[in-house]
């Protein structure tokens, strides 16, 4: 690995590891409903778009154990390179520091609310120019 590659994913590794658990959200609050509320969706051109609508979509038709295997394309294109958690984070920008997507990701992820706020984003995506 060439010093970029490590610095690259070591921040990566940083950032997870916020998402995931170093900061609390409420208690008794889905962890990832709350990381998708009003979060802002980024993303260069339609290669990412694609990505990020498939595993949109995942969320929405795949089991906790299919969705923990699956593994998804890089920011760069590269096959899979990261997992769900970090699709996420990568993409989606919480509205206020502090939010994260838990420790119990896989299961929070398949609730009714997330599903429907998947199903939103889904939506404004598809309707976006």
Known sequence: MTSNEIITFNLALLLL????????CKEGENPVASYFENAELQYEGKNQEENIVTALNDILSLSEEQLKAKRYKDYTGKENHWDLPTLI???FVPDRKGKFLGNNFYHDVK????QEKIKQILERIKESP
Do not use: N, Q
């Open 17 to 24: 590891g916020l998402c995931m658990g170093f900061i609390k």
């Open 89 to 91: 984070c990568r993409h």
């Open 111 to 114: 609730s009714k609310v997330v």
